[in-house]
């Protein structure tokens, strides 16, 4: 089955790179063969040859712009019917008063599908071709979503929430013993592998070090260790997170993560917020990163995360909504507010202090750089072959129109390079402005 | 001509106050002659009577939220080719290596009107069923927009820009004396007359301090008090903004607003980030209000504009896009923006700092208070009957969906109660959303 697209690229190679590529993307099986560039002789014929030879073709539109699919880092699946809503408490008091009695209506199979049959097209409409997942502290309502991600063709992690800390977790919404956690988590591994798509595979989830007891957090580090799997969790979110830490274990939260075997290879900590340059020279040294996610940051992080330092520092960043915790659901999205929020590090917000005071100088990031996290950036945290369309990775992308009638965007010849043209599709596209979503190679546009 | 609409009506007639009615609202001649609340007998006799003796009737679905439709203080129409890009440079270069040249464009009226035509249905489209703009420098484009907001059927505030400093203004775009300043501005006001729409008023607009000599200022400031003309203009917007003032007048920008007498009952001062608390007083004791504009503040006020403690100091405040220096056109949208900028100013961004020393204790407002300031407080800081479905107003108001297929919004019947669909509403809407545009009792809906 091979596959040919025809369009402008653009994309993101690097945090500082954007290129654009009048390209005949060439697809095999799911993989991408060959990018031809239609500006050179040779690639104008070659491109001409793939689109000739495709069992299936797709020529879009001048005013649609091609891009690589989006790689959503950070999903509270279950969160989906709360999203927009029930913002305005701490961190630790929205959990307990909203989002656990939510997680806890997942027992009941009929509601989870529900929710999931609505969750995974909804997002890919939005352009995420890769979402990592935390879902509900149940086995099967996890196995149902890693199920319906493989039914509609998303790409995911998909993890099964452990938690059995006794004070911070409510006696209803908890696994009941730490063995029982770590076997619940074992025995979604194995689940996840009975699903069959090459697309979805399990995450080991310690919720986070609140919500867990030393002896959880122990046997998930030692279940990743002998299974290879993927460790995923929050890290340093929020003044109480870290505090949290600092009076339970006498560290900072990614040490304590760290003792337990946690941060690993493609670990993906979400937030991080307050990360030290010393966590964040423990999470680059063991190869995990940061699922950013911009919009909670204001919500329940206290402050925002320092992506410019992280990066410097080595450590992986890519971009998350946070949904629920962050009430924007499309990715594209995420990356203004990623820019906006890097915006407000660097000047600070009280305008009773003075300038020098007020922020934290060079910290800001383009809309460049926000589209590296959502694309390169994110795949490189979890090792996915996807993030950019290149040969030899997965043929994960998206179409974005720049010409619907009553659309987001507006172009005028006059002004419109190609940059301007790039930075208004990742400002201001809206999923009613999305016209393709391939993940794989396969068409997945609901 | 008689219209009524029969729905679900949200709408906040304080700053903390949401009210749900299941209403009949009955126009006359554009005016909101009556609002019948159909959950007593008596309210639902007469609605069902207004329904029948109608001349045209709307009933919406029970799954569409009718609101008052959205006041935009603060918006640049030249600027709208440029809207999502060219964020990267602090104001005093952003105006000068992307704006200026940009409105310069304008002594082109072929090139105004295709903007305009553009615009003007785009924001009414987005529910923005007031505008106050600041046009071009030029008179004939400045008329032209008038003339667009009149024909589309928008309420609008059209103000020439007034500039003349040879400093930090180019030759080739401002005034070219103080006199011709004043007196294109006298005209300008005059020609709107001239279009003759009960919807379009002018306002008279110096661009900011730094744009104007003391001639020109001095010269608005009687041309205001002679016409009694609204003003707007941008007051104390970023350090460099509030430098300059101290320097050149040795007073607070508003300060020197005030001494030409610029700040008058219903004068428009824009961002107004940096207002100490003497400012607030001086504001409030004219009567004057603020048009916050929360995406903005990020790139280019160095600042959070102070919500709660201008309100509570009496200052009137309202909600603009800054179109385009905030990439963000509808004002819905900003709403979700103005909560989270309030976030940030209370918790602050530097995780480096201590939590008592980061952010600004009591800044927080929520999605109520943020409609509000869309709707009925931008629409009292202008004097404008608009902002509320009550008998009195002009019925200006938007109609939402919340059940369009692969649209923005989701709800759970188990969980969302009439306050959390408000959220989402405010947090999630787009302009694919909105189904219906009233202006002055006439469907605008591009």
Redesign the interface.
Known sequence: MTLAVAGTLMQTPAPDLLTVTDAVVEVQAGAIAAVHDRSTPEGAAAGRQALASAAERVELDPGTILMPGLVDLHIHAPQ?????????LPLERWLVEYTFP?EARYADLEFAATVWN?LVP?LL?MGTTTGVYHSSNHLEATTALARTCARYGQRALVGRVAMDHPEDTPEWYRDATAAAGVDASAASIEAMAAVGSPLVEPVITPRFAPACTDALLQGLGELAEATGVRVQTHCAES?WHCGYAQERFGSTDPEALDSFGLIRPRTVLAHS???TDSDMALVAGHRAGVAHCP?S???F??????VRRALAAGVGVGLGTDISGG???GLLGVC?DA???S???E??????LG?AE???PESRI?TVTAFWLATAGGASVVDLPVGLIEPGRRFDAIAVRTDRP?G???L?D???DAA?IF??VV??A???DISHVWVDGRSVK?
């Not at 989906?80 to 305005?88: I, R």
């Not at 992080?301 to 320092?306: E, H, I, L, Y």
Request: proline share 6%; glycine share 8%; charged share 30%.
């Open positions: 989906w019917p709360q999203l927009g809503t029930g913002l305005d939510l609505d909804s409409a003044d917020d307050h990360l919009l940051n204001a919500y992080a206290n402050a925002v995360f320092r009430a924007r659901p203004q820019v906006t929020v915006r407000m590090l000047d600070g917000v009280d305008p009773a300038t007020r922020g934290v383009d009553g987001s965007i507006r005028w006059e002004f419109d301007r930075e208004k400002r201001l809206t999923a009613d609901p």
